[in-house]
């Protein structure tokens, strides 16, 4: 995190960071109200990786962790995902994709070598 981000960060009130739980809310509601389901499914897809393979990077021994955080069932372990390098721009271009106050463009260029 640069410098002046985590300065602004760090300034930001604690409230700001968090939304407040309501009385008689659960972590299923939370969970289900977050809906990051979509974004762990979107980062498999543009891994290329099927669940099994995801858990294996992840240190799972089998899919039903990523099964779990795919339907709401329990929060998606970012940290997680985050620490496999190859997913990164999958996990930025997923959480991207799902919020409304982002846009998503992708360009591509063609760099031609010249003939000699």
């Known amino acids: 995190m640069g410098a ?4 602004h960060v760090s300034e930001l009130p604690r409230k700001a960071c968090a939304r407040p739980v309501l009385r008689g809310e659960t972590d299923s509601k939370v969970l289900a109200d ?3 389901g979509p974004v762990v ?3 498999i897809a543009l891994s290329g990786l099927n669940r099994e393979q995801l858990a294996f990077a992840l240190g799972y021994a089998d899919g039903s962790s990523i099964a779990r955080w795919v ?3 329990e929060a998606p372990q970012f940290a997680r995902l985050w620490a496999v390098r190859t997913l990164r721009a999958a996990i930025v271009q997923a959480l991207a994709e799902r919020s409304d106050d982002v846009e998503v463009e ?3 260029r063609v760099r031609r ?3 000699a």
């Open 4 to 7: 002046s981000l985590a300065r």
């Open 34 to 36: 977050a809906d990051l």
């Open 41 to 43: 499914e979107r980062v």
């Open 71 to 73: 339907r709401n069932l």
């Open 106 to 108: 992708t360009t591509v």
């Open 113 to 115: 070598a010249r003939l």
